[in-house]
């Protein structure tokens, strides 16, 4: 949700202006601030944002993000095991990409998919697994023994540009091996999905056809110690986005799936709240992500954006009517900054809003990123966070005697 | 321009008695806060405070002062070139030195150092070069092999001691070799000096005789990577303190030099400022280093402080008046603090600025030391800056996807 001001805006931001009587209510008896998502003029993806959100040092554990989005998408990884995250894409007859996601359309993709199993890869010993997740988008597992992550994407990550062949990014075996199996993969993709029947009635309907797989991300598996054991706590997650699953997957949350959740703009936040409360009884922690003000931010849309957040806030007039504050805590805030004038990730600091029974009052009548900037928590590093509230919940062990 | 409050002045600082309406102008309708230039509490020195401030962890690229002030110096260092910071000194008789700055005179200056240069040293294999740089400073570069910047100063640090001999801070062949070097340099300089007809003269006109070399902080050259790879940026600088001059040029930066530009207290800063804004046109990134408040602050005095901002203020009044801020960006801080009641480097924290096209506005008044610790910045590492505002020009990887 957070933002930058905008000096031509008169230093206005989507939190700034929307309605949110529910957050405002909870920041004026909560503490505020800001926090720097893994440090100052760091800017983070998903991936990263997340495990520091959730007290994982991302320098540590950040093993490339394929995995976590296997993991996320209820793959099974093993530890020598590789994913990449994929798109159905779309090329034309001299390969140049012309749409990354073939145009966003979900349109046959299970069909494609069953198909897209049945390759032969030339290397037997290794075997795969495609499945598609949100969207446009998909995972693809490699298993087998001498495996790397360390190959380019094959996705050229921009339109206009041809498909790439992945190529090993250093002097190993296992590199230059998972490499050629990856651009096999893609060159079969192209061959079986180009002239599919699913293809030709995308196309008879206006739909670019979903004719290759590119693949980008790739990742092992990260060795996380569960938040259950490092903390004595049960915890819940409640999102959608495969990656945020996956990192919660890893860290032993729960994952609770929710009717109307979609991990877009048109996801019923109210049913997702609903359910986050509902599993609060059973559980000391649960996560909620909402990735629509995200959403709006990619797409440059600063009322799109504003919307969202106060939708979101339909959602939290239930965690205001319903949580006791005397008695739990409610965290807000962003996993990271997506300006709506950058339309991508930035590093620049999230404002952060703590309510429960003994985090002071800041007596702010909004919350906004200029109220947090000067707020009672000060500024801080989102690895932080976990300590800060696990401290809260006497979970944490004494350094010293 | 930071300082300490004092209770007994009612907790006034220069810069917040100073009238400096361009400042505060700047900082209404910008981000303020506090920056710690290395760690709370170390007391940083120039060298290793620009570093930090430009984006280089000084823990690694420090490698002595001496690699950094020749460079500024526009001395060529070679990879095992050992270099010193010098001045030229007054000793009595006995070798004590009275005057560690020889009056701060720079006159005959130039014809010394021409004698300088021609002593021949014992060790033959090793050669060096002499030059003056600013006031009563010059830089003393050694060049061959086998040399060490582990050696201890000939400069006491002070008065009414004698000149020392310079000692191995190590047992290395290297260190030894190198302090025997360094003394056959400053005996010599002294037997050449002593009865030259300048230092006749000097005395004649009532100032005290430049007939010794001190030297101090012996460095190499830091293997830093140029701002222009490291970021994509056209950088330049304008200064006259070679530190700053030397740190720039292994940055990558262009140095513009300046008329009229002492780097001290009679610096023309309007030209300055003007030949910063000129480059601007050529170069993402233009820092401008103004020493005066340092100057005035090793001398503890407070109005002259006070003096130097207002007079810098005067220089600000053109960037207010023909930078687009909603374009470009103006930072505004400090290396490190030098308290006029210390007289002497400080680890405080400074102050900071930051106006642009999307910092929110602090909407304070005046811009100083007691608005910036609660400003909507919070409180910064300087080794975060350049991440931070790179971050704003678009210039930082992602970290993760």
């Known amino acids: 949700m957070g933002d930058r001001a905008d000096r031509k805006r008169n230093f206005r931001t989507p939190l700034g202006v929307a309605e949110k009587p529910n957050m405002d209510a909870l920041a ?57 995250r994929c798109n159905f894409s779309t090329v034309n007859d001299r390969m140049i990409v012309t749409d990354r996601r073939a145009g966003r359309s979900t349109y046959g993709r299970e069909e494609l998919a069953k198909v897209l199993n049945t390759i032969k890869l030339k290397e037997s010993e290794v075997s795969f697994e495609f499945v598609p997740t949100v969207e446009h988008r998909a995972v693809l597992v490699l298993r087998g023994k001498g495996l790397s992550r360390r190959v380019t994407d094959t996705d050229p990550h921009t339109e206009g540009r041809t498909a790439q062949r992945s190529k090993p990014e250093d002097e190993s075996d296992e590199s230059k091996r998972t490499s050629e199996i990856l651009n096999d993969f893609t060159e079969k993709s192209h061959q079986m999905l180009g002239d599919h029947p699913i293809n030709v009635d995308r196309v008879r309907r206006g739909l670019p056809p979903a004719n290759i797989i590119l693949s980008r991300g790739p990742g092992s598996l990260p060795p996380m110690e569960k938040l259950e054991t490092k903390y004595s706590i049960k915890t819940a997650c409640v999102g959608v986005a495969p990656i945020v699953r996956g990192i919660c997957s890893l860290a032993g949350m729960r994952l609770i799936d929710v009717k109307g959740a979609t991990g877009g703009l048109d996801s019923d936040f109210k049913a997702k709240t609903g359910a986050a409360l509902d599993t609060m009884k059973e559980n000391d922690l649960v996560f909620l992500h909402i990735k629509a003000p995200d959403v709006a931010s990619h797409n440059g849309n600063f009322e799109q954006k504003a919307e969202a957040i106060e939708r979101i806030d339909e959602g939290i007039a239930e965690v205001v009517r319903s949580v006791d504050l005397t008695v739990d805590y409610v965290v807000l805030t962003s996993d990271h900054a997506t300006p709506v004038s950058v339309k991508d990730h930035s590093a620049d600091p999230v404002p952060i809003l703590i309510a429960g029974p003994d985090f002071d009052a800041s007596g702010v009548e909004t919350f906004s990123e200029r109220t947090a900037a000067v707020g009672n928590l000060g500024r801080l590093l989102a690895i932080h966070l976990m300590p800060i509230m696990m401290n809260r919940l006497g979970r944490v062990e004494k350094f010293g005697f």
Not at 36 to 61: C, K, M, N, Q, T
Not at 62 to 79: I, S
């Open 28 to 84: 004026k008896t909560g503490s505020i601030g800001i926090v720097d998502p893994i440090a100052p003029g760091v800017r983070p993806g998903s991936d990263v944002a997340h495990f520091a959100l959730l007290g994982y040092d991302p320098y540590e554990f950040y093993t490339g993000r394929g995995g976590l989005e296997a993991v996320g998408a209820g793959l099974k990884m093993g530890a020598g095991d590789i994913a990449f």
